[in-house]
């Protein structure tokens, strides 16, 4: 293989590189003056509102149906939950944040009153076993 490389800056030219043809061609611009009619200037305003993240809920929702369902008030709250992500993404921040207060309350009450059931449910059976041990003693 026979590699031969030009040099475009060559001793001949000085050290410089070769002079280029300019290619002048004109071009027609219009100058902007001043309006040729005295009309008002028309403005128009956008209001472009941030995205505003409504929090949906949709865990803690779904952790309430799956382990405290209290009346079902887990599976309510995940239905608003899921209401409320598809109002986000339909752009209706208002609706979005109705459902999500709702799954919020929802998910409030089932949290609570599972609780109050667990330990409702615990004091009895911790009742019923004292009141069994002290007859069979006694």
């Excluded at 949906?56 to 149906?65: E, G, I, Q, Y």
């Excluded at 382990?67 to 209401?83: E, H, I, Q, R």
């Excluded at 944040?97 to 949290?111: M, P, W």
């Amino acid at each position: 293989m026979n590699h031969t490389s030009q040099a475009f800056i060559t001793a001949a030219t000085g050290g410089l590189p070769p002079n280029y043809e300019r290619i002048e061609e004109e071009y027609e611009v219009a100058e902007l003056g001043a309006p040729h009619r005295s009309a008002s200037v028309r403005t128009t305003v956008f209001n472009v509102p941030r995205e505003v993240s409504v929090p949906d809920h949709v865990v803690w929702s779904l952790f309430n149906t799956l382990f405290m369902n209290f009346c079902c008030l887990g599976f309510t709250a995940y239905a608003y939950s899921v209401k409320c992500r598809d109002r986000q993404m339909a752009g209706d921040v208002t609706g979005a944040q109705a459902y999500a207060s709702t799954a919020k309350c929802l998910n409030i009450s089932s949290l609570v009153l599972s609780i109050l059931m667990v330990v409702t449910t615990m004091v009895a059976v911790a009742i019923i076993a004292l009141n069994t041990h002290c007859l069979q003693t006694g």
